[in-house]
C-alpha cells in the first residue's frame, strides 16, 4: 500500500487510455443490447405466480432445484412468511393448471412425506410487467436528474453535474451490457428483475459518492492552488484521493464478494452485478467524471 501513501500518477496523460477502454466496452454493451435485447425476468415479462404451504419447512435451493427440472428454466423461489410458505414465480408458458400439477408433483416426487398445498395463485400480465418496466426506467432517470441537480447545487458548476451523470450513465450501461451479452451462458440468471434495477440504483449511488469526494477534493485545491495549471490541479486531486477511494473499493468488493460466494443462488446476480459496480465505478470516477470536467472546461473556454 505505500503506492498509495504519496502517490503521483499522472491520471490527465491516461484520461486517453480511459477514452478508448469506455468506448469500447460502450460500444460493446450498447451492440449488445441492440443485437441481443435485454433479458429480463418473470417481473419484466410476465409469467404465473404460486403460493404454497408446507406440512414442514422446506430449503428453498433445494426447492428451486427441483423444480428447474420440471418446468424447464429455474423458477423464482422464495419465502413467504413462514419457513412452511414459499413464493414461486415461473415464466412457463403453459396454462396455469398444468404448470400447478408440474409443481405439485415435482414437490411429490423430491420431497415425499411433505405434502404442498396451493393456497394462492396468480398471473402476472404484461400490462403489469410493461408498467414495471416503465416505473424501473423512470426510478434510473429520476435519479440521474436529482443527481445532476445535487451537484450543480454544491459545486455551482454544471461541468460537475455533467461528469457526475455522464460517470454514472456510463457505469449502469456497461453493467447492462455485461448482464446482456453474457446472461445465457453465465452459469447463474442475469435477467434483469427487480433486485438487478435495485443493485443498479445502488451502483449509482457507490460511484455518486466516490465521485463527489474527488470533486470535493478538487474544489479545494482549486481554492488552495489558484496558480497551479488547472489540469495539474485535478491530478492532484486525484492523487489525494486515491488511498481513500483503492481502500474503500477494495473493501467493499471484499464484502459483496463474500456474497457472491455465499449468498445463495438468488443472490447471484444481484451481487454480480454490484461486483462489477464497484470496479467500474471506482474506474469512472478516476477515468471518466474528472476527464469530462477537463474536457468540458477546455470546451467552454474554447467556445467563449
Same mark, same amino acid.
Given at each position: 500500500?505505500?503506492?498509495?501513501?504519496?502517490?503521483?500518477?499522472?491520471?490527465?496523460?491516461?484520461?486517453?487510455?480511459? /477514452?478508448?477502454?469506455?468506448?469500447?466496452?460502450?460500444?460493446?454493451?450498447?451492440?449488445?443490447?441492440?443485437?441481443?435485447?435485454?433479458?429480463?425476468?418473470?417481473?419484466?415479462?410476465?409469467?404465473?405466480?404460486?403460493?404454497?404451504?408446507?406440512?414442514?419447512?422446506?430449503?428453498?435451493?433445494?426447492?428451486?432445484?427441483?423444480?428447474?427440472?420440471?418446468?424447464?428454466?429455474?423458477?423464482?423461489?422464495?419465502?413467504?412468511?413462514?419457513?412452511?410458505?414459499?413464493?414461486?414465480?415461473?415464466?412457463?408458458?403453459?396454462?396455469?393448471?398444468?404448470?400447478?400439477?408440474?409443481?405439485?408433483?415435482?414437490?411429490?416426487?423430491?420431497?415425499?412425506?411433505?405434502?404442498?398445498?396451493?393456497?394462492?395463485?396468480?398471473?402476472?400480465?404484461?400490462?403489469?410487467?410493461?408498467?414495471?418496466?416503465?416505473?424501473?426506467?423512470?426510478?434510473?432517470?429520476?435519479?440521474?436528474?436529482?443527481?445532476?441537480? /445535487?451537484?450543480?447545487?454544491?459545486?455551482?458548476?454544471?461541468?460537475?453535474?455533467?461528469?457526475?451523470?455522464?460517470?454514472?450513465?456510463?457505469?449502469?450501461?456497461?453493467?447492462?451490457?455485461?448482464?446482456?451479452?453474457?446472461?445465457?451462458?453465465?452459469?447463474?440468471?442475469?435477467?434483469?428483475?427487480?433486485?438487478?434495477?435495485?443493485?443498479?440504483?445502488?451502483?449509482?449511488?457507490?460511484?455518486?459518492?466516490?465521485?463527489?469526494?474527488?470533486?470535493?477534493?478538487?474544489?479545494?485545491?482549486?481554492?488552495?492552488?489558484?496558480?497551479?495549471? /488547472?489540469?495539474?490541479?485535478?491530478?492532484?486531486?486525484?492523487?489525494?484521493?486515491?488511498?481513500?477511494?483503492?481502500?474503500?473499493?477494495?473493501?467493499?468488493?471484499?464484502?459483496?464478494?463474500?456474497?457472491?460466494?455465499?449468498?445463495?443462488?438468488?443472490?447471484?446476480?444481484?451481487?454480480?452485478?454490484?461486483?462489477?459496480?464497484?470496479?467500474?465505478?471506482?474506474?469512472?470516477?478516476?477515468?471518466?467524471?474528472?476527464?469530462?470536467?477537463?474536457?468540458?472546461?477546455?470546451?467552454?473556454?474554447?467556445?467563449?
Amino acid at each position: 500500500m505505500r503506492w498509495f501513501e504519496t502517490p503521483d500518477f499522472n491520471f490527465i496523460k491516461a484520461h486517453k487510455i480511459g /477514452y478508448v477502454i469506455s468506448g469500447i466496452l460502450l460500444l460493446a454493451a450498447i451492440i449488445g443490447i441492440f443485437t441481443k435485447g435485454l433479458q429480463y425476468g418473470i417481473d419484466f415479462k410476465g409469467g404465473k405466480e404460486f403460493t404454497l404451504e408446507f406440512d414442514e419447512p422446506i430449503e428453498v435451493v433445494e426447492l428451486r432445484s427441483a423444480l428447474t427440472e420440471s418446468l424447464g428454466s429455474t423458477p423464482v423461489v422464495k419465502r413467504f412468511g413462514s419457513p412452511r410458505d414459499i413464493l414461486i414465480r415461473t415464466d412457463d408458458e403453459r396454462d396455469i393448471t398444468t404448470v400447478q400439477n408440474a409443481i405439485l408433483g415435482a414437490v411429490e416426487q423430491s420431497f415425499e412425506g411433505n405434502q404442498a398445498n396451493v393456497i394462492k395463485t396468480d398471473i402476472v400480465g404484461a400490462r403489469f410487467a410493461e408498467d414495471l418496466k416503465r416505473g424501473a426506467l423512470n426510478a434510473i432517470i429520476f435519479a440521474l436528474i436529482v443527481i445532476f441537480i /445535487y451537484i450543480f447545487i454544491r459545486f455551482k458548476n454544471w461541468t460537475f453535474s455533467a461528469g457526475a451523470v455522464a460517470a454514472l450513465f456510463h457505469d449502469v450501461l456497461i453493467v447492462v451490457g455485461v448482464f446482456t451479452i453474457f446472461g445465457e451462458i453465465a452459469p447463474f440468471s442475469m435477467q434483469i428483475d427487480q433486485s438487478i434495477i435495485a443493485a443498479f440504483l445502488t451502483i449509482v449511488g457507490y460511484s455518486l459518492n466516490d465521485t463527489v469526494v474527488v470533486f470535493d477534493r478538487i474544489r479545494e485545491n482549486s481554492l488552495l492552488y489558484k496558480t497551479m495549471d /488547472y489540469d495539474e490541479m485535478i491530478n492532484k486531486s486525484l492523487n489525494d484521493t486515491l488511498s481513500r477511494t483503492v481502500i474503500t473499493s477494495v473493501t467493499t468488493l471484499f464484502v459483496v464478494t463474500v456474497l457472491f460466494i455465499f449468498g445463495g443462488e438468488v443472490l447471484k446476480g444481484f451481487s454480480f452485478a454490484l461486483m462489477l459496480g464497484v470496479i467500474i465505478g471506482t474506474y469512472s470516477s478516476l477515468f471518466v467524471a474528472s476527464a469530462m470536467v477537463v474536457e468540458l472546461r477546455r470546451w467552454r473556454k474554447e467556445a467563449s
